[in-house]
């Protein structure tokens, strides 16, 4: 069965322009996550979308913004890059929205888009 | 807020044991997660602590103690490929999410 799947793997950009990321969930995984990896860190929750809808939000400014289509794939788009959002940028899918506390459900994640802002 | 703490680095020897620890601080959160994650690429998932006590995974052990807010990942005869960056991560309580936030990271390098 094929994994999270992300595209593209690489991208350079400049300042100023608008950048989408796509993701594609693991088969029957309904939510999607997307988190930010700047190097040296660990990741950081961007949104989660769960049935088409957001379902959270981290601190992340307005330029950040996202969505999920029927297929339950979603896309990521940040406009008006600055350097530092250089980053790996992550998604992630799970069955559900939210697992219990007993009943964890691992977020399982793609390889990642590597944003580069020149 | 949320902070999780790693060691930065540690270095060890393969056929060695190794321990990674975390020190948390928290509002509430359920259980505590650790991924891999090789050279910059997906992190995967390695084990969860619901519970206080020690869960054992293979060559993998994690432990969580709530009431010391630490955890550690105890990872046994060490192989060369077990050189990685290693999160923990916790699973934010409030909110209707899977939202994890994750640790500062720690970078294993096993040596031959």
């Known amino acids: 069965d094929a994994g999270v799947t992300q595209s593209p793997t690489h991208l350079i950009k400049t300042r100023g322009q608008h950048v989408t990321l796509r993701c594609s969930p693991i088969s029957g995984h309904k939510s999607v996550s997307w988190y930010q990896q700047v190097l040296g860190q660990g990741p950081q929750f961007i949104f989660q979308?769960?049935?088409?809808?957001?379902?959270g939000r981290g601190n992340f400014p307005d330029r950040f913004s996202a969505r999920q289509f029927p297929n339950y794939s979603s896309e990521l788009n940040v406009n008006a890059l600055l350097l530092g959002d250089s980053a790996l940028y992550l998604c992630?899918?799970?069955?559900?929205?939210?697992?219990?506390?007993?009943?964890?459900?691992?977020?399982?994640f793609g390889d990642g888009t590597r944003l580069s802002i020149l | 807020g949320q902070s999780l703490e790693q060691p930065s680095e540690v270095t060890a020897v393969e056929g060695a044991i190794v321990q990674i620890n975390c020190t948390y601080q928290?509002?509430?959160?359920?259980?505590l997660s650790w991924y891999q994650q090789h050279d910059g690429g997906a992190p995967t998932f390695l084990s969860y602590?619901?519970?206080?006590g020690l869960e054992e995974t293979g060559r993998f052990s994690s432990f969580l103690s709530r009431s010391d807010s630490y955890g550690y990942l105890l990872l046994q005869e060490l192989q060369m490929k077990d050189s990685a960056s290693y999160f923990c991560a916790v699973r934010d309580k409030g909110g209707a999410t899977n939202k994890l936030i994750f640790g500062t990271g720690t970078l294993l390098a096993v040596q031959p």
């Open positions: 979308y769960y049935e088409k809808e957001e379902r």
């Open positions: 928290t509002s509430g959160f359920y259980g």
């Open positions: 992630a899918s799970s069955p559900h929205y939210r697992s219990g506390h007993y009943s964890n459900q691992p977020q399982h």
């Open positions: 602590n619901a519970l206080d």
